[in-house]
Nanobody, 125 residues
Framework: QVRLVESGGGLVRAGDSLRLSCAAS?????????MGWFRQAPEKEREFVAA????????TYADSVKGRATISTDNVKSTLYLQMNTLKPEDSAVYYC?????????????????WGQGTQVTVSS
């Protein structure tokens, strides 16, 4: 069973940077495995942030974070990272890691079948 564990969230101020991590375990990750970041703010729907594929890369971003976010993978550690810069209060949300075997790079919730528990990011103004 694939397990995704997020870390790196916290309370930061507007303009600060933060790096989120998602460690994957439970399968052979030497074959392509697409991982994505989604976020959900209170009373809002969960939305796509960025995605990349282990052993391939090919990052993709939502327009809301393009230019401020960098997604990367460590294929040896089977870990996905999300570097967020120039954070804004509207970036405050629970950030979830998601995964799906193969090279997919989907931006919809239904494109992924594994999910982490989430990590809270709060950006104060």
């Amino acid at each position: 069973q694939v397990r995704l564990v997020e870390s790196g969230g916290g309370l930061v101020r507007a303009g600060d940077s933060l790096r989120l991590s998602c460690a994957a375990s439970g399968r052979n990750f030497r074959t392509p495995f697409t991982m994505g970041w989604f976020r959900q703010a209170p009373e809002k729907e969960r939305e796509f942030v960025a995605a990349a594929t282990l052993n391939i890369g090919s990052p993709t971003y939502a327009d809301s974070v393009k230019g401020r976010a960098t997604i990367s993978t460590d294929n040896v550690k089977s870990t996905l990272y999300l570097q967020m810069n120039t954070l804004k209060p509207e970036d405050s949300a629970v950030y979830y890691c998601a995964g799906i075997p193969g090279f997919r790079l989907g931006s919809r919730l239904e494109d992924y079948n594994y999910w982490g528990q989430g990590t809270q990011v709060t950006v104060s103004s």
